[in-house]
């Protein structure tokens, strides 16, 4: 039996959300290129758990900016996220292979400063993804 797109949306942000758990964990370890990898790879999920939510049945893509414009077709508050949540795909190549960074690897170049700024994107995504599935759930009582 298929799930209700609400229960996809739910599954999709509870992978987001315990993303988010162990993010936290390795910036307290100092990964910082694997918080900004990890932060950007969160934001995706939540933002495809909103996507799921509205009816959506096969949401493909990585870049956090359109899938933000495509949640913004269903709740126009989305747009006002575009650039701000955006910027965490600069990490989504780049933190992961050394041939994305002439001359150097993502170990040595993602501090502790762009980790947690790109945590506290994702974690931006996910509560503001929360909150609008809350509320449509508490419309449809």
Not at 18 to 37: I, N, P, S
Not at 46 to 53: D, G, I, P
Request: aromatic content about 12%.
């Amino acid at each position: 039996m298929r799930a209700t797109p609400r229960d996809e949306g739910r599954r999709w942000l509870e992978q987001a959300q315990t993303d988010l758990k162990w993010t936290r964990h390795l910036l307290d370890a100092g990964a910082y290129y694997l918080v900004c990898f990890l932060a950007q790879q969160t934001a995706e999920k939540a933002l495809k758990a909103f996507l799921y939510a509205q009816g959506e049945e096969m949401v493909t893509g990585h870049s956090v900016r359109s899938l933000c414009r495509r949640a913004a077709a269903y709740d126009a508050s989305f747009e006002n996220y575009l650039d701000e949540w955006g910027i965490l795909d600069s990490y989504y190549i780049p933190t992961r292979y050394p041939n994305g960074l002439p001359g150097d690897i993502p170990a040595r170049v993602y501090h502790q400063a762009a980790a947690h700024s790109a945590l506290t994107l994702a974690e931006a995504v996910v509560t503001y993804v929360e909150e609008r599935l809350s509320a449509y759930d508490e419309e449809r009582k």
